[in-house]
């Protein structure tokens, strides 16, 4: 089992910044991909970012490519989204989440899921 908790959301105004963490607690391994996912109001949960927990391996969605970078702090066993230029567009319930299938987008392709935390940008 692994246990995710996401943190450091809030509310911010559009064209700022914000760094959301994941806590990553369990039975982790160097073969885990790591994913940040997120879900606005009355839309699916979409793939915004994944990183091999051993590094070597990134994505990004098109739509923060650019704007938001991921991380692996392997001393504090968090992964780490850092979102730049910030738009009312990319405001959601952010997700951190685990697994073992790389390359893959899709939310079943993780196992385990964080509780979320709330990113909200105002215009």
């Known amino acids: 089992q692994v246990q995710l908790v996401e943190s450091g959301g809030g509310l911010v105004q559009a064209g700022g910044s914000l760094r959301l963490s994941c806590g990553v607690s369990?039975?982790?391994?160097?073969?885990?991909?790591m994913g940040w996912f997120r879900q606005a109001p009355g839309k699916e949960r979409e793939f915004v970012a994944a990183i091999g927990w051993s590094g070597g391996y990134t994505a990004y969605a098109d739509s923060v490519k650019g704007r938001f970078a991921i991380s692996v702090d392997s001393a504090k066993s968090t992964v780490n989204l850092e979102m730049n230029r910030l738009t009312p567009e990319d405001t959601a319930v952010y997700y951190c989440?685990?697994?073992?299938?790389?390359?893959?987008?899709?939310?079943?392709?993780?196992?385990?899921w964080g509780q979320g935390s709330q990113v909200t940008v105002s215009s």
């Open positions: 989440a685990a697994g073992n299938t790389f390359g893959s987008s899709r939310a079943s392709a993780f196992n385990y």
């Open positions: 369990g039975r982790t391994s160097s073969n885990y991909v």
